[in-house]
């Protein structure tokens, strides 16, 4: 059997979750707690970071980019990336906003402030920080409306890997109640339409030990 392993509140490993479960892909999933660092995980991957796939043919990947380039070309059956280069090229540059500016300006301290600093014991999380993120992604909720309001969806008229890499953060976040949706509602129906695919489901019911999600976090028409 594939296996993922992965941490609930990565955007990450759910951007793998989803695109798998698009390509209908059966895999396991293994949670690894990288705040503890464990030898036996650096072994399948040095950097000690998640997601990690091992395929069923044994080989090992690590990396939420280095995996979803991996199943596209591995698995060819309804594919996520573009027919065409410039289809191909719109979507990894919104892959890459979401996953490198995105996170940069808003998943990553997020996530540290209010989840990683618990795990590790390390303190309240800092209040200015916090309010810089929130600055920022109405910004980015912006951006979806404006894509959206031109597309079907965010890299043109078809569902793509851009879609799923933008929804996987804003569902983190989304968990912590940190999306402000009423800023942007053309941005909150194209996320409604994320939550109500049936690759969306599995991650609305995942709970985290420790942190509860707000009440419309898991429904469809929130």
């Not at 209908?24 to 030898?39: A, I, S």
């Not at 995996?67 to 191909?88: H, N, Q, V, W």
Request: hydrophobic content about 40%; overall charge negative; proline content about 6%.
């Amino acid at each position: 059997m594939r296996k993922l392993y992965h941490t609930h509140l990565s955007p990450f490993c759910r951007k793998v979750r989803i695109q798998l479960k698009e390509k209908q892909l059966p895999f396991e999933l293994v949670d690894e707690p990288v705040w503890e660092r464990r030898k036996a995980f650096f072994k399948l991957n040095p950097a000690g970071e998640v997601p990690v796939m091992v395929d069923e043919n044994g080989l090992i990947l690590s990396g939420s980019y280095a995996i979803s380039e991996y199943l596209e070309e591995a698995y060819e059956d309804y594919p996520l990336i573009g027919k065409t280069i410039g289809e191909r090229a719109e979507i990894r540059r919104l892959i890459n906003w979401f996953d490198v500016k995105f996170y940069q300006e808003v998943s990553q301290d997020i996530l540290f402030e209010k989840v990683f600093r618990r795990l590790m014991d390390h303190g309240q999380p800092d209040s200015d920080i916090l309010r810089q993120c929130k600055r920022y992604i109405s910004y980015h909720l912006d951006y979806i409306a404006h894509l959206t309001s031109e597309r079907s969806w965010l890299a043109g008229e078809f569902f793509s890997v851009a879609d799923i890499a933008a929804a996987a953060h804003l569902s983190v976040l989304d968990y912590l109640g940190d999306v402000p949706w009423d800023h942007a509602p053309r941005a909150k129906e194209w996320y409604a339409l994320m939550k109500s695919r049936p690759s969306f489901r599995p991650l609305l019911s995942d709970r985290v030990r420790g942190f509860r999600p707000p009440v419309y976090y898991d429904d469809p028409d929130f």
